[in-house]
């Protein structure tokens, strides 16, 4: 029986029942030996074996109201506050294995509560970046729109700061889009929405989108790949999490630059790398890139508000892909994506 595990309740039936036969042993050897008063004798004996067996119990469930009072006490000083209490269970039984339940209880709603505080920090944190983030091109604005109001005899000039300016609403538009974003899958609300896509015509969605950009900035943009090559994915996503990997390729580069984007197949894995010839990242930053916000000082002089890695990273876990860099200062950098093929799994 479980409840015999219990070493004090054990140390109980064990006294009880040593009384008991006490008992029988003196009741035995009065019948045998018949002395004067024998019921006298009798009836003493066994009101000595109740006694005992009453004294017995009460103080054994004495010490049990004792551990009982510690145990509500210790609850009640977690509830006010005390997140270290804890209740003694250095002994065995069923009673010690509650104590222990409550006391694993308390550990889990400690980790809750701590997450909770973590998420807290993480919201204020955010808040306090994206405030960050948005000073600089709002402030950029006021500057321009200012001297845009000095100048507006001047038409090249006006043009010149009206390019500035819609320069400075398009990173305001991509911080408040890509916050949007990774809010959702934060919050588990995005729905991915998986069908048998063809990888090139990703690909060749993704080459027309930045061929322009790349004629501008004297870069070249080279994709290859196997045609036949698909891929069980959210066409839309999966395309907002190459295109970023790609535009930040496009940020670390210098004129003349190429960046490859190359796609192929394993026998179980699809993968997508996306490389350039550009400045490189520096071993102190590769730890962070994919961490939000994250500005290497290094790079200061590089637009962008650390969003577009980690929303890529993000899309590309929740396809169950990982995401790798491998990067060389003044050489270049390599992305490299896999997904798994489900049905050769």
Partial sequence: M?????RKIKQLFCCLLAAVLIFTAISTALVRLKPPAMAFWVFLSSAGMGISVFVMIYLYFLEQNKIMERAVGQIRDYLSGERDARIECD????????????????????????????????????????SHQLKTPLAALNIYNGLMQDETADISTLREFTE????????????VQNLLKIAKLDAGTVVINKAVENVSEMMGYIQRHFTCQ????????????????????????????????????????????????????????????????????????????????????????????????????????????????????????????????????
């Fill in 2 to 6: 479980n409840i015999l595990t219990n």
């Fill in 164 to 175: 500035l300016s819609e320069q400075e609403l398009d990173r305001i538009e991509t911080l």
């Fill in 214 to 345: 790349a004629k501008q900035e004297g870069k070249k943009l080279i994709f290859s790949g196997n045609d036949t090559i698909t891929l069980f994915c959210d066409l839309d996503w999966l395309t907002e999490a190459v295109s970023n990997i790609v535009k930040n390729a496009f940020d670390h580069t210098k004129e003349g630059a190429t960046i490859y984007v190359q796609w192929r197949t394993f026998a179980s894995t699809v993968q997508i790398i996306i490389q350039d010839n550009g400045r490189g990242i520096h071993p102190e930053d590769l730890p962070h890139i994919f961490k939000r916000f994250y500005r290497s000082r290094f790079s200061k002089d590089i637009q962008g508000v650390g969003l577009g890695l980690p929303l890529a990273k993000a899309i590309i876990e929740a396809h169950h892909g990982t995401i790798e860099v491998d990067s060389i200062l003044d050489v270049g950098t390599t992305f490299t994506v896999n997904f798994l093929i489900p049905t050769k799994l």
């Fill in 91 to 130: 002994s065995e039984g069923e009673l010690y294995r509650l104590f222990h339940e409550v006391n694993s209880l308390a550990s889990i709603l400690n980790a809750h509560a701590k997450n909770e505080e973590q998420s807290k920090k993480f919201m204020k944190d955010t808040i306090s970046h994206i």
